[in-house]
């Protein structure tokens, strides 16, 4: 499902990030991609995630970027995956205190 001109996104989802009100982030992001050119895949992180298992998923469908929806914990999971690798790191913010995120953007200045 890679359409011309496109990139194809992984979507490694956390649903267990971000305390009591849970965001569906990946019915958000497939409407948000609906009329997009770009194809998007998703592997929802299990209660007990296999970093193994993650990194077979990545290493088989070889996307262009891996966009880690969760936690500081989501974001250094995928990043360890995707160490040594060519591939992009996107990071859409989903835990509860989301850390590493704050600290990005008070770095922008």
Do not use: C
Request: hydrophobic share 35%; net charge neutral; aromatic share 6%.
């Amino acid at each position: 499902m890679h359409n011309n001109g496109g990139l194809k996104l992984l979507f490694v989802i956390n649903p267990v990030s971000g305390g009591k009100e849970k965001n569906d982030w990946e019915a958000t992001i497939r409407k948000s991609f609906s009329d997009s050119i770009h194809s998007i895949e998703f592997y929802i992180i299990q209660k007990n995630h296999d970093k193994t298992s993650i990194q077979h998923y990545v290493e088989t469908l070889k996307p262009d970027r891996v966009i880690a929806v969760g936690g500081d914990g989501t974001v250094k999971l995928v990043a360890e995956i995707l160490q040594g690798t060519q591939t992009i790191l996107g990071i859409l913010p989903a835990g509860s205190a989301n850390g590493m995120a704050k600290e990005l953007d008070s770095r922008r200045n």
